[in-house]
């Protein structure tokens, strides 16, 4: 048997014995954490950042629009909702069932907020250089010359409510008295308009753009504004205080409950250089005028259009990325806490579910998020479009959520009856067979899987296999490189819940690779350092194993050997290293159980002469017996020459004098016969190493 084969099968004995090898190289694919989980397609299912899923609400499209953004929305007493659009600018009446008509249709560019009063008048706010207008329905409208604008053959008119001569106008919000408050930009200024359409300035603050407004149960505004990410709390009397300057340098979106906590959405950095983040540009004559010199108006850009000369692109809700979002509450106290921050998602509404629950719509990935606590949050659906833009409450307890790219309209009712998620792909990077699936939930929850060669499940994947959760049995998919899960959610009693997933598989064993084997003479490697207790044999395997350039010195009197290798299966491997003279065919054991990835010795102990030497490498520490592999490398050939050199036949003569004669000496050589050593340096030196080596080497030739 050869020397080699009989040490390698002596450690694999001795590492199957220990616990750490009774996995016999089975590893598992485990799925739980919300970063795992996210990177998945789900439908009808949130996911929660503690980790796992559960149904999702029903999210239902109830209207698409011609216009390819929203910005607001609101809802009579009957129940109709209406919808401020822009691209076209556009106010749209949508029915219960769906269907929508627009009845407001104005020459700004977009409609950018609405509210409706107690007596079904819809207010609606256009940038930029915008107005109020007041729309009403006349169910037997005969035609009125007195108005400023027409509505269609439905009976809806339109007037210029009010006209603030400011450039933007951000935000509208109706009071219990029936009073309209218009947040403005360029100056910073709220606007209060009496019912009877009395209008003054009802706050003025040194703030660039009030951006956002809603009322408190006391009666009292908050407003946010952008540029310092101010909140502020205003009295009817029009005194304001700030409640709190946010980190963010926007405040875009406000919710109060009925505790009296104000949640506020700030986004962009304060003193950030990045370039705003803009929608996709908007093409609109030019001969609307720019904002004043050196005044950017927040989430409005105007631009060149690319492409289309004359053009400007009117842009909305431009926010910086930089940073991402985040949301704070505001105790009724008046202290603050951070509750919720993302680096991903822009916030651009807030409201509250029938169960009081905060939403928040976000983009520009889509996403609606359930915030349950601090830092703890439930990533609740993604809609078919970038932003989710604005809420509104349905008459039957749900809310509507409004979307752009494209402009459209969502019902966000109860839970899903059902809901289906797939997983990411999994490489197991080489061919694997898989095994049991562990599952932890709880209700009506099915798992399938299924497996493939490429990285598409798409081309010619097997199919879905359930997979049976209550037997411990192996997935019934083909050994492939490639696997995915699906797991299936039914409403029920108890609610269905997903918490981890975890797929145990066993790749096939790829025996390791040798790169190269190198041999330098007159050097000494140092040993690497290892944690206390651990003797460097078999109980040290697995340890991390030193990859980098290991410590040297020069030592003419040593021979350093360093070898590279990797396995496929990131096995642990341990180490062999022979040595064969020039003209022997046995190879002779140097060192093994090696777990580093050089070795050095002692040159002396070889005679003079040309040696290779060849490493054998093993996976057997992760493996049982009958299933290690190993491979073996070559060294070049390299010399080793320890002998200091000798003089011989040295001879004395006197000059002029006869070679030889009584006056001659002749000095005997030294080591020649005439004054023999017991033994030369070499004689012993081979004799040492013969008895050392005689048990220990082969005399075949090793396999390459």
Known sequence: MDVRLRHVSAIAILLFCSRWVCAEGTRTWEQSKFDDLSKGTAKGVSIRSAGGMELAPAFKALTTTPSIYIWGIAVDGSGTLYVAAGSPASVYRVTADGRSEAIFQPKELQVQALAVDKSGAVFAATNPDGKIYRLEHHANRSGDASKDQAGDASGWSSSVYFDPGTKYIWDIALDAAGNLYVATGDHGEIYRVTSKGEHSVFFKSDETHIRVLAFDSHGDLIAGSDGSGLVYRISPAGEGFVLYSAPK????????????NIYAAGAGEKHSNAPPMTFPSIALPNQNPAPAAGQQPPGIMITNAPGAPGMTGFSSLGLSAAGGSEIYRIAPDGSPNRLWASREDLVYALTFDSQGHLLAGTGNRGHVFEITGEDEYIDLLKASATQVTAFAKSADGGVYAATSN????????????????????????????????????????????????????DRNWSGWKKVELQKETAISVPAARFIQWKAVLHAGDPAPRLDSVILNYLPKNVAPDFDDVAVQPATRYQPTPRPAGTDGGASAVSQPHFEGPPPSNHDRDSIGVRWTVHDDNDDQMVYSVYYRGDGETRWLLLKDNLTDKFYSFDASLLPDGGYMVEVLASDAPSHSPGQALSAVKDSARFEVDTTPPQIVDLH??????????????????????SNPPDSSPMQRRRATISAWLRPRCRTTQPTA
């Open 406 to 457: 494209l402009g459209k309209v969502f019902h966000l009712g109860a839970k899903e009856t059902e809901g289906n998620y797939e997983s990411d792909v999994f490489d197991a990077h080489i061919f694997s067979r898989w095994g049991h699936a562990e599952f932890r939930g709880s209700g009506n929850v099915e798992l399938f899987a299924r497996s493939g060669n490429v990285d598409n499940p």
């Open 249 to 260: 340098k926007e405040i875009t979106a406000l919710a109060i409950d009925k505790a009296g």
């Open 652 to 673: 004395a003569a006197a000059d002029g004098g006869p070679s030889s004669g009584p006056n001659t000496r002749s000095m005997p050589a030294i080591g020649s016969s």
